[in-house]
T-cell receptor, first 114, second 109 residues
Framework: SAVISQKPSRDICQRGTSLTIQCQVD?????MFWYRQQPGQSLTLIAT?????????ESGFVIDKFPISRPNLTFSTLTVSNMSPEDSSIYLC???????????FGDGTRLSIL | GQNIDQPTEMTATEGAIVQINCTYQ??????LFWYQQHAGEAPTFLSY??LDGLEEKGRFSSFLSRSKGYSYLLLKELQMKDSASYLC??????????WGAGTKLIIKP
């Protein structure tokens, strides 16, 4: 399976600031996804990162708040903008190498907003 | 709507067997995945079922019945390190992954 490197692993940020999370894969992958997981909850899909075009956002998530880039088939970034305490969560990137293949996850970014 | 149900929490004894159930109602079906997630860590892939029946992988087995919209994950010879959350996820007709809320498994000595 693909090796996924996600940075930073954790951060503590001030309210109103923005943080960009990076996801690097060691091979070209078909699809990349960004999830949020709040404490004690399951995974919530934020968006699908599309290579060379705008990301596809799920209901409740918008580009102004969570801008995503995917400049090539091995790299993506998620920015959490104008952060508030409600954005405190674990953010995970995952990759898919084939249509009925399992998604594999990066180690996640644990984000706390003061 | 799409729905996946799993028990919230289960407790079992070290060395025993535990079965974690998952029922689903989704728009189409292209496979079911089980993931393990230790506290504070990312989910890791355990198993994939797309046809009815039992898939065995060491101490872990996963079963699927598509007609009943039902799967279970069976863990044998439980070890303390098996304490984790177990997530059931279904790939729908659009190849979108629908996630269950997860079952927290507590192993007692």
């Amino acid at each position: 399976s693909a090796v996924i490197s996600q940075k930073p692993s954790r951060d503590i940020c001030q309210r109103g600031t923005s943080l960009t999370i990076q996801c690097q894969v060691d091979s070209q992958v078909t699809m990349m996804f960004w999830y949020r997981q709040q404490p004690g909850q399951s995974l919530t899909l934020i968006a699908t990162a599309n290579q060379g075009s705008e990301a596809t956002y799920e209901s409740g998530f918008v580009i102004d708040k969570f801008p995503i880039s995917r400049p090539n088939l091995t790299f993506s970034t998620l920015t959490v903008s104008n952060m508030s305490p409600e954005d405190s969560s674990i953010y995970l990137c995952s990759v898919l190498t084939g249509e009925s293949q399992p998604q594999h996850f990066g180690d996640g970014t644990r984000l706390s907003i003061l | 709507g799409q729905n996946i149900d799993q028990p919230t929490e289960m407790t079992a004894t070290e060395g025993a067997i535990v079965q974690i159930n998952c029922t689903y109602q989704t728009s189409g079906f292209n496979g079911l995945f089980w993931y393990q997630q230790h506290a504070g860590e990312a989910p890791t892939f355990l198993s994939y079922n797309v046809l009815d029946g039992l898939e065995e992988k060491g101490r872990f087995s996963s079963f699927l019945s598509r007609s009943k919209g039902y799967s279970y994950l069976l863990l044998k010879e439980l070890q303390m390190k098996d304490s984790a959350s177990y997530l059931c996820a279904v790939l729908d007709s659009n190849y979108q992954l629908i996630w269950g809320a997860g079952t927290k498994l507590i192993i007692k000595p």
